[in-house]
């Protein structure tokens, strides 16, 4: 993998991990005033953000495990916990919007 290539799938971890995190916060403030729809849309906005940003990691996986080695950088590492902190807020958002569902159907 050139350096080039491996810039860009960096900044894609990056770019789509902040998207989906953002995605999930916005999900979490949509379901606090019951737009669970609006909760619902964002969570899904999240999921494809992830799904982009899983592709860009499976890539390099894919060209390290076929012996093409990439220097691991700072920046590679920060890419990496972007898309970490964005998986488990995505999981978190979807249990905080369950929550709120379940407290509206009871009021």
């Not at 999930?24 to 899904?44: Q, R």
């Not at 998986?87 to 379940?102: M, N, Q």
């Amino acid at each position: 993998m050139d350096e080039d290539e491996n810039l860009q799938a960096i900044m894609g971890l990056i770019v789509n991990g902040g998207n989906a995190k953002s995605s999930a916060m916005e999900a979490i403030m949509a379901a606090k005033t019951g737009d669970f729809a609006g909760a619902d849309a964002k969570l899904k906005e999240a999921d494809v953000a992830l799904s982009e940003a899983h592709n860009s990691q499976t890539g390099m996986l894919t060209k390290e495990a076929s012996g093409d080695h990439v220097k691991v950088t700072l920046l590679m590492v920060h890419s990496q916990d972007h898309l970490m902190n964005a998986i488990t807020f995505r999981d978190l958002a979807g249990e905080i919007v369950d929550l709120y569902k379940k407290l509206a159907n009871k009021a």
